[in-house]
């Protein structure tokens, strides 16, 4: 299990993935607006663990503001929620998270605003255990998929640095390899931020299943040469047809997999679908900053003065999907009906495309 | 016309490519050695541009031996031959580049040192003037396939950078461009040497041509979303049946391309077609070092101590290529009997797999 976040004490303590695999560096603060830079820098990433962020962040708000009368304590608690809702557009956990958050403000009728400060501590440690039990039951059910001595190929990081601590299509490896599978896992580096080769990498290192790193321009020429038994990858947003968001890079995966006839799973808590989407082109992508792509680690890697575009998803189309991995069990086509629904996001807490 | 290479006052003058876009520097040499190293390193790179300095590698090596007894000066002439088909195994210019100079030498009668040194100094001029030549007409037959406002994909450098000082991929761009066609072209930023970023954005910015850079994940997301109405590139070596090895990362552009219906192009000139290889599971692909991918500028990007794979070609089936630009013109399929073939490798000149 990785330290991912955890609430300790009235504060949150968090590993800033920006500094890894160099620095082993945890960060404590009381402030939701910390949780949100942190968010917005990627030190907090990964869609589930987002979400657990987001929720202790309204906690911290809740505990600052524990002094006040209750109408100005909860007015406090409802800046730090929109305050978190704008730092990223796309993985959907946020906006589940918030809003679960919302309404156990508004729910209340509370007598102090140390109450309310204590049922939020409360519902962002509840969210954060019960994403720990998604990402083990959605080990358990992935693991199944996963034949003795497997080639897999993943992407990005879905590990428990992107999650509460154990991970979506990670979770499904680390279940395996504790099975003795004997595994081997391909990951591309992920770029511009390089999730794949800081913190994947870093990740089944620790965990000692065997990692062999290459760019992402890589998979083809692995597909064809070296061959996969499987992909699994996580997922920030999925729509109601199947259509999935997940890191750049994800999409050409996806299609090659299905050219190789490779099966290509995707591993998410119920959280990550987002049943008011039809698809994919609903979906909002997030778009960073072009300086991310022209260099590395502060080092320019191409000449100034020049257009750039990075958006930091792609939508991998339902019929590239072979099956959806969640903590329910394995769902397999026609996805329409079968994937889960349990939230619809109010109107005040959707993500602005 | 890029200052690529030139063969000046028995000496080679090249542009360091590992330096650039940062610094424009030019280094001057008489040794052979040099210029393998050069090749080996990178600083030289881009299938026909290989082949113009081991070309005059060669020459290098007739000229420090012109003093030396004709034996002697052929047999120095052969062992710089043999370093310099040491240096990379894939792009096969370079093999029928020496096997030129290799007839030369043989076939002289040669009375003095210095009348060999003369004859392959002019074969080397030869091959790099007939290199912008070929250039020239692959941009006059590639420029018709390009539309009016063409939105346009390429990878890495086949560029000016990558020939004699014209380019194959990007001649037909910078033909098309001359003729105000209007051009947005995108390209990967090509890990992990970067050539996308550092030689292919230059150039284009320097040309003029309005240039896009993303990283070589964003491709699938450019075709989903923007749409292109082309992909160009160039090539290494293509098989008799047209399957074509080229920097990585080529072949998920084209599954890409036939996936949204768009053309994929490949120009190269006659000396990149190996007509003795039948097709692309043939093609000898360099594996370079690790550190490669696990960092960048001397900045690590990973955990030590895991596996990188680093293969810097893949290949991309004939049936995914819709023409061919040669300098003697458009290819469309079927390919087998239509492809260059002026060029058979004898045996000593065969690049090792």
Redesign the interface.
Known sequence: LIQTIAWHDGRVRYIDQTRL??AETYVETASWEEIAHAIRTLAVRGAPAIGVAAAMGVALAGRAARALPVREALSAVAVANAGLASTRPTAVNLFWALDRMRRVAEDGGWTSGEALAEALAQEAVAIHTEDLEQSRRIGEHGAVLIPEAARVLTHCNAGGLATGGLGTALAVLYAAHEQQKRLSV?V?????L?QG??LT??EL?KAGV?????????????F???GFDLVVVGADRIGRNGDTANK?????LA??AR?HGVPFYVAAPSTTFDPDLAGGQEIP?EERAGEE??G????????P???????A???TPHALVTAFITEGGVIRPPFPGRLPSKWTAPAAVRSQP
């Open positions: 695999p160099g391909f591309g580096e992920t770029r511009p390089l080769a800081r990498a870093w290192k065997p990692v062999t790193l290459m760019t992402d321009s890589m998979a083809g020429a692995a064809a040469r070296l750049i890079g994800t999409y050409p299609l090659l050219e992508i792509v022209m590395l680690a502060g080092v320019p890697t191409a000449p003065g020049i257009q750039v575009w990075n958006p998803f792609d939508v």
